[in-house]
């Protein structure tokens, strides 16, 4: 449950674009250690990357390569799933869940290298 506790921040960080650094900055603080998978002190795109790709597995329960709506019921709310689903669909498919989180991560990059630190 503690994931699924992080995936909700990190999601309801894209709601607000314009508090989105902060909100991140404030929760990459927190969870640094567990997104830090080689222990070098930053976030990495990779790093990122990676765990959010765990985090769509996870959250896919039926497998099928696309979130329902049900599917994140519990993490999303009615207007977040929407404006994940890009191309409105009534899904929210792997690309368009990662194509959101990494313009979160790009958000957070305020130093531009490519990692968090
Ligand atoms: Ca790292
Ligand atoms: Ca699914
Ligand atoms: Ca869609």
């Not at 994931?3 to 640094?32: D, F, H, N, R, S």
């Not at 404006?83 to 990494?102: I, K, P």
Request: hydrophobic share 40%; proline share 1%; aromatic share 6%.
């Amino acid at each position: 449950m503690k994931k699924l506790a992080m995936i909700t921040t990190i999601l309801l960080c894209q709601t607000a674009p314009v508090l989105a650094q902060e909100q991140a900055a404030a929760m990459y603080q927190g969870q640094k250690d567990r997104l830090d998978s080689n222990s070098n002190g930053t976030v990495e795109r990779a790093e990122y990357q990676a765990f959010m790709t765990t985090a769509f597995t996870s959250l896919d329960k039926n497998k099928d390569g696309s979130l329902q709506s049900a599917e994140v019921e519990k993490v999303l709310t009615t207007q977040q799933f929407a404006l994940s689903d890009a191309n409105r669909d009534g899904v929210v498919a792997q690309s368009e869940f990662m194509d959101r989180v990494m313009n979160d991560f790009t958000a957070a990059d305020r130093s531009k290298d490519g990692s968090l630190q």
